[in-house]
């Protein structure tokens, strides 16, 4: 059975820390790894990712896939309040996406 | 650019009623599809509309239909609704499901109340 899991489940952060969120997949025909970042209704798009090792960058945050052993991270430095938020973990596979069950981010003042 | 649209953003159901949900694609775009996601949980793939036909569908029971319009976009029909399909119910458009990888964009979601 295909399955998308993201750990921590839940994180508490302070202001300035880095945090890594992780997640792993086992799924057939795999396609890309995406991740959303969910405030309070739309997951908003982050990062697709395809190729193993490469890593994408989008200000503080950061992205890479390992195809080999199965799993991504999501790193944010330097985090904010605004960083708050569900991040969701999502694997194409076939026509559909698989996805995690999030990792609630709490990052406080 | 107008993203995904989604109406209604709220509905309250009776247990035995039937829903119809609608989504307006992302411009640009002209594949749909809908996920249901319960409180806690990621996102559930329902099924994908391209070319006016289902695509794929998920692990969900026949209650759940869809249909696609010409103009792209697309509506998600529950039969016979139960308590368990209370759900943030999230369409979500993307261009061309031609086996590749290829970004989703999601609109902002109908809250699906059965009492």
């Known amino acids: 059975e295909d399955k998308v899991v993201q750990s921590p489940l839940s994180l508490v952060v302070h202001e300035g820390d880095t945090v890594t969120l992780n997640c792993s997949y086992e799924?057939?025909?795999?396609?890309?790894l995406l991740w959303y970042k969910q405030e309070k209704k739309a997951p908003t798009f982050l990062f697709m990712l395809?190729?193993?090792?490469i890593e994408k960058k989008s200000g503080r945050l950061s992205s890479i896939l390992d195809k080999k052993e199965l799993f991504s991270i999501l790193n944010i430095t330097a985090t904010q309040t605004g960083d708050s938020a569900i991040y969701l973990c999502a694997v194409s596979a076939g026509n559909q996406f698989y996805f995690g069950t999030g990792t609630s981010l709490t990052v406080i003042p | 650019d107008a993203g995904v649209t989604q109406s209604p953003t709220h509905l309250i159901k009776t247990r035995g009623q039937q829903v119809t949900l609608r989504c307006s694609p992302k411009?640009?775009?002209?594949?749909v599809s809908w996920y249901q996601q319960a409180l806690g949980q990621g996102p559930q793939f329902i099924f994908q509309y391209y070319e006016e036909e289902e695509r794929q569908r998920g692990n969900f029971p026949d209650r759940f239909s869809g249909h696609q319009f010409p103009n792209y976009s697309s509506e998600l029909n529950v039969n016979a609704l139960l308590l368990g399909d209370s759900a943030l119910y999230l369409c979500?458009?993307?261009?061309?499901?031609?086996?590749?990888?290829?970004?989703?964009?999601f609109g902002p979601g109908t809250r699906l109340t059965v009492t």
């Open positions: 411009s640009g775009h002209d594949t």
């Open positions: 979500a458009s993307s261009y061309r499901t031609s086996g590749l990888s290829y970004e989703q964009y």
């Open positions: 395809t190729s193993s090792g």
């Open positions: 799924v057939t025909n795999f396609r890309s």
